[in-house]
């Protein structure tokens, strides 16, 4: 199963891929696109959300660019650094924090919190008037208010 095809991938990247790069590229899009499913959902294979497209081929370019997940590499007096903000992802296929968001929104599974009425079974549970709240004995609610126009 893979959200993107491996001639996008190769779209993406600035050379052109041997025998090797490309088997190595079909794994990472396989891997990226599990990936996908695991932080978002099971989308069809075949009609995948645009995003979820694009975010497989940023995870999988990523790796190809460096599969070693190397920091530094120096030829001569020429150096090149990667960013090694992903530490122990480096040199595997893996989504930044924003993209995990991004694919749990795209889901619907992102995290959040809610407020609910409890009750308890076969009960009835009192309207709520603003200003005003609820008491356990037979009166009026007693007022309640959260800012300066109260009644003191």
Request: hydrophobic fraction near 40%; aromatic fraction near 10%.
């Amino acid at each position: 199963m893979a959200y993107a095809t491996l001639d996008e991938l190769k779209a993406r990247l600035d050379w052109d891929l041997d025998d090797d790069e490309l088997r190595i590229a079909a794994g990472a899009l396989e891997d990226a696109s599990d990936l996908a499913a695991v932080y978002g959902r099971d989308w069809p294979e075949a009609t995948p959300p645009r995003l979820v497209r694009t975010l497989v081929l940023k995870s999988a370019g990523r790796y190809m660019r460096n599969p070693n997940g190397y920091t530094q590499s120096r030829a001569g007096d020429e150096t090149l650094a990667w960013s090694d903000a992903h530490g122990r992802d480096a040199g595997s296929v893996y989504y930044t924090r924003e993209e995990i968001r991004l694919l749990e929104g795209l889901a619907g599974t992102r995290p959040t919190l809610t407020s609910v009425v409890v009750s308890a079974w076969d009960s009835r549970t009192r309207p709520v008037r603003a200003g005003l709240a609820p008491v356990d004995y037979d009166g009026a609610p007693f007022p309640l208010f959260a800012s300066d126009e109260g009644p003191w």
